[in-house]
T-cell receptor
């Protein structure tokens, strides 16, 4: 059982479409991070959300942290082929000190 | 500034053997964390070292061990390899002890271990 469940697991969309990736848990997190990993490389941090209800925008990417700090979402507007990759949420649950990664969402944007 | 480097990038071993992976963090970073990534289990935390001391450990058997040297370089060792140990092993460095959650982790490209 994974502490952080992501959905969908796989996503294949056309260039220009919008999409949302979800990260859910039954545990409370002090903060959540989103990473993107491309083939042959390690994950790269995109954003850290700290406050319940917080919304952060990075160009076409919008990140939201749930009010109860148990869930988060990543919304991409007008997806581009360069957005292709594995998206991972991650964080430290309030119940301990271990860093958990989500199950991952593999995104493919078709030109 | 050079990024996190991991050696070797690829490794093939047979069951029962042991393996040592190396990680050189970004200059000035004192925290090194190790992760295992597999298609079935995703990314899982192995352990974190800070100032040569193991600060956190994930749920892995004792066959998985590590250490950190005074220059912050870290090694990870897996003894008595099993088929299920085949995975991408990622190392990440950060400036501070990662318990400071706002500190950014920088990942290396990983070592792809195949156990036959």
């Amino acid at each position: 059982t994974q502490l952080l469940e992501q959905s969908p697991q796989f996503l294949s969309i056309q260039e220009g479409e919008n999409l949302t990736v979800y990260c859910n848990s039954s545990s409370v997190f002090s903060s959540l991070q989103w990473y993107r990993q491309e083939p042959g490389e390690g994950p790269v941090l995109l954003v850290t959300v700290v406050t319940g209800g917080e919304v952060k925008k990075l160009k076409r990417l919008t990140f939201q942290f749930g009010d109860a700090r148990k869930d988060s979402s990543l919304h991409i507007t007008a997806a581009q082929p360069g957005d292709t990759g594995l998206y991972l949420c991650a964080g430290v649950a309030n119940t301990g000190n271990q860093f958990y990664f989500g199950t991952g969402t593999s995104l493919t944007v078709i030109p | 500034k050079a990024g996190v480097t991991q050696t070797p990038r690829y490794l093939i071993k047979t069951r029962g053997q042991q393996v040592t992976l190396s990680c050189s963090p970004i200059s000035g970073h004192r925290s090194v964390s190790w992760y295992q990534q597999t298609p079935g289990q995703g990314l899982q935390f192995l352990f974190e070292y800070f100032s040569e001391t193991q600060r956190n450990k994930g749920n892995f058997p004792g066959r998985f061990s590590g250490r950190q040297f005074s220059n912050s370089r870290s090694e990870m060792n897996v003894s008595t390899l099993e088929l299920g140990d085949s995975a991408l092993y990622l190392c990440a460095s950060s400036l501070l002890f990662r318990g400071t959650y706002t500190d950014t982790q920088y990942f290396g490209p990983g070592t792809r271990l195949t156990v036959l």
